[in-house]
């Protein structure tokens, strides 16, 4: 069966500092990854999504990037982080030629 | 074109209630309709899905209804429970390469009273 996991759990960041979030998928393969970010209380807002290796595609401008550096590995990151940037970061899977996708447990970012 | 509009943003009913969200969309090139459910601190999980050449799919006590014409499409949790206590989205997608496009409707929190 597949699984997907992401770390950390929960990240308290200073405003200015580095941000890495990483998401991991097992038991399949080339799957189309996905970050969303949650506001309290909100949708999704979906930020990127992956087709392949190295195939990063951006749906909203930021400061904010993402890098697949292999096919089940999925990384968010910042150079500086704003306090806009808290929030619930979920990563999500899903086979190429299917609609379901199949979130993480997520990441709490908060910003100070 | 491409929103998907959810309604209500927060719904109370009793225990043994019929609780009904609605999407509306206006991209008649969607042909996928799947409903999430996330509980305070997880990810959405896939709760029911549709679509389009059906008019109603049900799985347990979930129903979504699908009107075509009305680009209108409902879900229904009949003999409400707490534990169904939960943040409901709708999306839609349009399919074909772009199925990853999910478009999600702003959720409805929905609160079951005991």
């Known amino acids: 069966s597949q699984t997907i996991h992401q770390w950390p759990a929960t990240l308290v960041q200073p405003v200015g500092s580095p941000l890495s979030l990483e998401c991991t998928v097992e038991g399949t393969s080339n799957p189309n990854l996905y970050w969303y970010r949650q506001a309290a209380g909100r949708g999704l807002q979906l930020l990127f999504y992956s087709v392949g290796i190295g195939q990063i595609s951006s749906e909203v401008p930021q400061n904010l990037s993402a890098s697949r550096p292999q096919d089940r590995q999925f990384i968010l990151s910042s150079k500086k982080l704003l306090l806009s940037d808290s929030g619930f970061y979920l990563c999500a899977w899903s086979r190429g030629a299917e609609d379901t996708q199949y979130f993480g447990p997520g990441t709490r970012l908060t910003v100070l | 074109q491409q929103q998907v509009k959810q309604s209500p943003q927060s719904l109370i009913v009793q225990k043994g209630g019929i609780s009904i969200i609605n999407c509306a969309y206006e991209?008649?090139?969607?042909?996928?309709f799947p409903w999430y459910q996330q509980f305070p601190g997880k990810g959405p999980a896939l709760l029911i899905a549709i679509r389009p050449d059906v008019s109603e799919k049900k799985e347990g006590r979930f129903t979504i209804s699908f009107n075509k014409s009305a680009k209108q499409f409902s879900l229904h949790i009949m003999d409400s429970q707490p534990g169904d206590s939960a943040t409901y989205f709708c999306?839609?997608?349009?399919?074909?390469?772009?199925?990853?496009?999910?478009?999600w409707g702003a959720g409805t929190k929905l609160i079951i009273k005991p």
């Open positions: 999306a839609a997608s349009p399919g074909g390469d772009s199925n990853y496009q999910l478009i």
């Open positions: 991209n008649t090139a969607f042909d996928y």
